[in-house]
């Protein structure tokens, strides 16, 4: 049992290592992490709650939410390595499931539109799914897997496996076709540069001028075939557009 405690704390260190830029080491973590100590918190909850210990599970959450600024619900299904970051006034509620390796920002609500107990009232985030600073996830439909969901977002429908939606009431801004499993996780649900007008401005150039030169070098040879004077190009001073393309990535 511990070492299986300790197997899952190693990989919640690790996932934040990983997915925090302004993390530097597991040390750090341990110590200074909130969402990382709202969701060990929430284990403990979640494990009294499912035996009945209904009190002592609602007053761990409440210990959690003093601590932290993060208020999971007992009853709430948290996966593996979900990492709350900096936290402050989340909100997930009794019927929400955040599936694995879900990367959820401060000032996020999983919450419900419906008062009637014993009903699944709150959302369901399958893995991989990021939700910006500040989005409202409300109502008891699922956000599919690696979507993203802008910042200030209120989502109020379900949402397909990798989309993006933003805005309020949000909408699908890009819905991309992903394979399942080679996902990577991009900081803050931004996609790499990928995006970035001026990286895709040079792989064009690039590209066009890899073209050009073999355009070039075609009617070189050409040239020579035909009698005429024209010089090789020296290996050297060829261009390597492939290394040219992994700088601008
Ligand atoms: C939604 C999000 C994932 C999209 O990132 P992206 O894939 O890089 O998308 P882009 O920045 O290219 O934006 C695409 C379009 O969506 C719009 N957009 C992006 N984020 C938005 C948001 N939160 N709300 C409304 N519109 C948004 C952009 O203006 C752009 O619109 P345009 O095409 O009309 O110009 C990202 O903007 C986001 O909100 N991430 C969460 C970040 C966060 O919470 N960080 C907290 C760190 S502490």
Redesign the pocket.
Known sequence: MFSNLFANLRGDIHSIISRDPAARNGWEVLTCYPGLHAVIMHRWAHACWNVKLKWIGRFISYLARILTGIEIHPGATIGRRVFI??GFGVVIGETAVVGDDCTI??GVTLGGTTLVAGTKRHPTLERGV??????QVLGAFTVGEYA??????VVIKPVPAGA????NPAHI??KEEQSRGAQLF?A????ANG?DPLSKALRALVDHVARQDEQIERMSTTMREAGLCCPKVAEGDKLDSEQLNRLVD
């Not at 990021?130 to 989005?135: D, K, S, T």
């Not at 993203?148 to 977002?153: E, H, L, P």
């Not at 993006?164 to 805005?167: E, I, K, L, M, R």
């Open positions: 970051d900096h920002y401060q990021i939700v910006g600073a500040g989005a993203k969901i802008g910042s200030n977002a993006t939606a933003v805005g801004i890009r991009a803050y649900g931004v996609t995006d």
